[in-house]
């Protein structure tokens, strides 16, 4: 069969303002880049459009003229909250031009609100929460539809929700993503600035699922289980993406990467015996993090490490991200620095419960850490964490999906006066954390390594010039 799968653009910036999001950071669609390599596995005819691509152009009639013009039998999507109105009108548009092709829908939002979309979105044909590689290709290979596992299809004006897709146990049975089937890649694809001192970057996941369950997390795609990819996999993939692409620098996203101590141990043994040229960035979760093991992901070529850190405030901490203590925090990162690697901090500000007072706490405690860099979200309420069932007795939330994206506040907690104050917070207190003397002063004897970083900078600077006007607070402190 003829496939296109298709990464939807949403909106994935401040409304109001120029997208500069996949200028700084432009990350491959790792999920339909593994749906890809296993489609073609299996015989089938494949074509990836990334919307946020690197040639992509803007708007949704130009980008279903490039997905009809691949000659699709099948078209699936695979969406955010933020992306899936587009999608949706994307795929309206295409069956308009040509009833006949069949759309499927998967990704975290459909993963999450499941059959209930059907009623609402005429121009989907069919879902796929959860993982979609065996799914996705069963349809494909024109399985009949009643009796794919997974799928939520119609039967005229019926919706049927087929059983659920059992998980997939081994992750090394996948292929490696079809990262060749990627226009640009890996030139067009960058990695957040300053994260890295070595070009080109790659993305890639070594593990599916979380056994945690923190507030504000969707876990509607993985669940709560935990599978990862063999010592022996990864390193292949790594290997392949050096070799095939030229890649010199990785950041592994799994939410989870040293939960399994002796894979990783293995990973790096190997990576210390036989060298590909990488470096890598992970994410540790404190608790998780031994001298032992920084030590070996050091000499296995990591630079940096990430930490979920989310808020100052004890209570806080207890409610949204259990089993994480200030203290530990501290010493986690001290360790960290200790062994020669790089940490970044991961915030997350106007959770419910917060107010002014914690988003100080936090303020205060980012600067006294010393990270080397740090990145703070707005909270969004998503369908599929546990929070969305109490959010709207916490606060004001306007549910609008195409500004569910992390870059715009959706969500007031009772603590905070508005919207507008919520705002001018955060651009203050992200603002103090890269104007501190300090910060800057361990940046600047680092700013050679980073060459590459400032001259992307450079090349796109009228962009983020506008960018850094976004941060500026747009009100006194007593509004």
Request: glycine share 8%; with cysteine.
């Amino acid at each position: 069969m003829r496939i296109t799968l298709v990464h939807p653009a949403g909106s994935n910036w401040i409304p109001g303002k120029k997208d500069i999001t996949a200028t700084a950071n432009r990350m491959a669609p790792l999920g339909l880049l593994s749906i890809a390599g296993y489609l073609k596995r299996d015989g089938h005819v494949v074509v990836l459009h990334d919307c946020l691509g690197p040639y992509a152009p803007q708007g949704v009639e130009e980008n279903v003229k490039i997905v009809l013009h691949s000659d699709p039998e099948l078209v699936g999507f695979s969406t955010t909250t933020s992306s899936f109105l587009d999608g949706h009108d994307m795929a309206v548009r295409i069956k308009e031009v040509d009833p006949a092709i069949k759309t499927v829908f998967g990704g975290v939002h459909v993963s999450a609100k499941g059959a209930s979309l059907m009623a609402g979105f005429p121009g989907i044909d069919y879902l796929c929460p959860g993982e979609g590689e065996v799914t996705l290709s069963e349809l494909a290979s024109g399985k009949e539809p009643a009796t794919i596992e997974g799928l939520i299809r119609r039967n005229g004006d019926e919706v049927i929700v087929n059983p659920p897709r059992r998980t997939l146990l081994d992750m090394d049975l996948l292929p490696f993503p079809d990262y060749e089937g990627l226009k640009g890649f890996p030139e067009g694809y960058t990695l957040p600035l300053f994260s890295y001192i070595r070009t080109p970057g790659a993305t890639m996941n070594t593990s599916r699922g979380c056994p945690y369950q923190c507030s504000y997390c969707d876990r509607s795609v993985f669940k709560r289980s935990f599978r990862f990819n063999s010592p022996d996999y990864i390193y292949e993939h790594m290997s392949h993406l050096r070799k095939r692409f030229g890649v010199r620098h990785i950041n592994i996203y799994d939410d989870l990467f040293t939960l399994e101590r002796s894979r990783i141990a293995e990973l790096c043994r190997l990576l210390s015996a036989k060298p590909l040229g990488i470096q890598f960035n992970c994410a540790v979760r404190v608790g998780y993090a031994d001298d032992e093991l920084l030590t070996m992901l050091r000499d296995a070529g990591c630079l940096m490490v990430s930490v979920g850190i989310e808020s100052a405030d004890p209570a806080l901490l207890e409610r949204h991200k259990s089993g994480v203590s200030l203290e530990e925090v501290q010493d986690t990162v001290a360790r960290i620095k200790s062994c020669g690697l790089r940490v970044k901090g991961l915030f997350m500000m106007g959770l419910p419960g917060e107010t002014e007072e914690s988003i100080q706490k936090t303020s205060d405690y980012v600067l006294s850490l010393g990270l080397d860099d740090m990145n703070m979200a707005k909270f969004t309420p998503f369908p599929g964490a546990p929070v969305w069932s109490t959010i709207r007795e916490e606060g004001n939330f306007h549910e609008d999906w195409r500004r569910m994206n992390c870059l715009n506040f959706v969500f007031i907690p009772k603590g905070i006066a508005s919207k507008e104050r919520l705002d001018y917070l955060y651009n203050t207190h992200v603002k103090r954390f890269y104007s501190d003397p300090v910060w800057r002063k361990r940046f600047g004897k680092r700013i050679w390594q980073h060459r590459w970083s400032l001259w992307h900078l450079i090349r796109h600077l009228p962009s983020f010039l506008g960018a850094k006007r976004a941060f500026e607070p747009q009100q006194g402190p007593d509004h």
